[in-house]
């Protein structure tokens, strides 16, 4: 694992109080967390030492629950929450920290960039990393948060054909995740999308990172899989019945997985990454 000079990380008096911690060590699981926070996260310095994760309200909740929250407390000893909240404009679920130290950590150690999300770069010490732990497990983390699983009709009038999609807006960081996913072995390729929103009148345009076909999910699964069950669900459809149909959620796959099998049982993760079970 990777050594971390921790010099510039500053620690408020609050932080000292609540016994903050700070690993000095690259590990698979702050990898991961990584990940997570170029997916969903915010980093705020203005006024505040802040990060927020949001999430989907139902959807998301387990896993910010189950998974998240978890990694927060391990990583820096931090107790957090998943709460729901509510904008003019929609819900969401929302994990809040607040820590001068885990913020300048972010910053000034890891190298992510706080404000606004645009020319997102992979921080060095995972893009070029040896260790495949670390690639796979900052993977994990983005493609939880900011990805999706869908399945094709192609030559079937069934959803049979698996895509893994990362539809983002930020072309340096799709540019960067092909380079990294070309290196451990996944082909994929890049489509450029628009949309227009009659609303505001306003072309918004995203780069679609597409990782097709079955040999690359299950390649995906052996080696990086997921933690979110909103993509584990709809994997589990897949190979229960052979296709998943467009738009299953979390409630509709378990009815689906009941009404074929009598219970659901998802992958599992294993130290060595995810097996599947089923």
Request: charged residues 30%; hydrophobic residues 35%.
């Amino acid at each position: 694992m990777a050594n971390l000079n921790l010099n510039k990380v500053e620690f408020s008096n609050n932080d000292l109080n609540r016994k903050i911690k700070i690993s000095n060590k690259l590990t698979p699981e702050l990898a991961e967390l990584i990940g997570i926070i170029i997916g969903d996260g915010n980093i705020y310095t203005k006024d505040r030492f802040e990060l927020t994760i949001i999430g989907d309200i139902t959807e998301d909740e387990e896993y910010h629950e189950k998974n998240v929250t978890k990694l927060f407390k391990k990583l820096f000893n931090i107790n957090t929450k998943s709460e729901k909240k509510y904008f003019k404009n929609g819900t969401c679920r929302r994990i809040r920290i607040k820590s001068k130290a885990i913020i300048s950590f972010l910053i000034n150690i890891i190298g992510l960039k706080p404000g606004r999300k645009q020319e997102i770069n992979i921080p060095k010490l995972i893009k070029y990393s040896k260790d495949k732990r670390i690639v796979y497990s900052f993977l994990r983390g983005l493609a939880d948060t900011d990805f999706s699983i869908k399945f094709k009709t192609r030559y079937n009038k069934k959803n049979y054909y698996p895509i893994i999609i990362g539809n983002l807006c930020d072309k340096t960081l799709v540019l960067q995740l092909k380079e990294i996913l070309e290196r451990i072995g996944f082909h994929s390729h890049i489509e450029n999308r628009t949309k227009y929103d009659k609303s505001v009148k306003k072309t918004y345009y995203s780069y679609a990172l597409n990782i097709v076909g079955k040999e690359n999910l299950m390649k995906w699964m052996d080696k990086i899989g997921f933690n979110n069950k909103r993509h584990l669900i709809r994997y589990s459809v897949w190979k229960t019945i052979g296709f998943c149909p467009p738009f299953t959620n979390i409630k509709r796959g378990e009815e689906i997985i009941k009404e074929h099998r009598g219970r659901i049982e998802l992958p599992k993760r294993s130290s060595a990454g995810f097996r599947s079970t089923i």
